[in-house]
């Protein structure tokens, strides 16, 4: 049965996105089943595994309207063992849609049942807002990654995103955890960058990924090509972080596996 992660911050720019192509690139790389649902209405991790959004495409859209079954929406993309959910913008419209609907929150979650004994892995790109597909992506995953970018403002808007899960687990998904804090547009050559990662890895201790992303214009560049990191450039520094993300997000699973059979024990 698939493991459900949703990579999301509200802010812009962090690089949600490069994250989850290149994540779930890294790991179907691993030889893992993977499927990567673009829930952001502007449709980047789309055209970023180089699928074109065809006028009469179905998207996620479809799915979470309940016009499509989620499995009929699902394509291939030309990287073996990742499949793609793809959006257009006409997901904007699922806030509204949805609005009045029963269980609005619970739409995605629904739609992914039936097909996540296919899958090791779901990645959920989330939009950059804490607004009802946001919520259908939290209430849907078994963990949440949060991309933050070495930056002055970083800490600011991470303790919104963690007030926002925090309510979300007592309310809709308790069993909702934190994957992890993922230091991206990383520097070292700047003392900025460096007291960012002090400040973080103070205020999260372990939360924070040991692999930090790199500012890099070889990650900027893949997603023109349609392409990952890992089939654009494989050996530039980009690409051996997000291996090295996939192999400590495994790890993660490897640990925690024997404290669900405990538990369940």
């Given at each position: 049965m698939a493991r459900v992660i949703s990579i999301a911050n509200q802010k812009g720019g962090v690089g949600k996105t490069t994250t989850a192509i290149n994540l779930a690139a890294a790991l179907a790389a691993c030889e893992l089943k993977v499927?990567?649902?673009?829930?952001?209405?502007q449709g980047?991790?789309?055209?970023?595994?180089?699928?074109a959004k065809a006028e009469d495409g179905r998207t996620?859209?479809?799915?979470?309207?309940?016009?499509?079954?989620?499995?009929?929406v699902v394509q291939k993309t030309e990287f073996p063992d990742l499949?793609?959910?793809a959006a257009d913008q006409n997901l904007v419209a699922t806030n509204l849609d949805l609005v009045d609907q029963e269980n609005r929150e619970s739409r995605l979650?629904?739609?992914?049942?039936?097909?996540?004994?296919k899958y090791d892995y779901v990645i959920i790109d989330c939009?950059?807002?804490l607004d009802l597909l946001t919520l259908n992506a939290l209430v849907a995953s078994d963990s949440v990654l949060v991309p933050i970018q070495c930056e002055f403002f970083a800490l600011e808007g991470i303790s919104q995103l963690m007030d926002t899960i925090d309510r979300l687990k007592s309310a809709f998904n308790p069993e909702l955890k934190v994957e992890g804090v993922l230091l991206t547009m990383y520097d070292?050559?700047?003392n900025l960058t460096k007291q960012v990662e002090n400040d973080l890895r103070e205020?999260?201790?372990?939360?924070?990924?040991?692999?930090?992303?790199?500012?890099?214009?070889?990650l900027a560049e893949a997603p023109s090509f349609g392409k990952s990191i890992l089939a654009y450039d494989p050996r530039s520094r980009g690409a051996e972080a997000y291996i090295q993300l996939a192999k400590e997000v495994l790890a993660h699973e490897q640990r925690a596996r024997p404290q669900s059979a405990q538990s369940a024990g």
């Open positions: 499927l990567l649902v673009d829930s952001d209405p980047n991790s789309t055209t970023g595994v180089g699928v996620l859209y479809d799915a979470l309207l309940g016009d499509s079954m989620l499995e009929e499949d793609l959910v979650q629904k739609a992914l049942a039936p097909v996540k004994g939009p950059p807002a070292d050559r700047t205020f999260f201790g372990s939360e924070v990924f040991k692999t930090v992303i790199p500012r890099s214009v070889r």
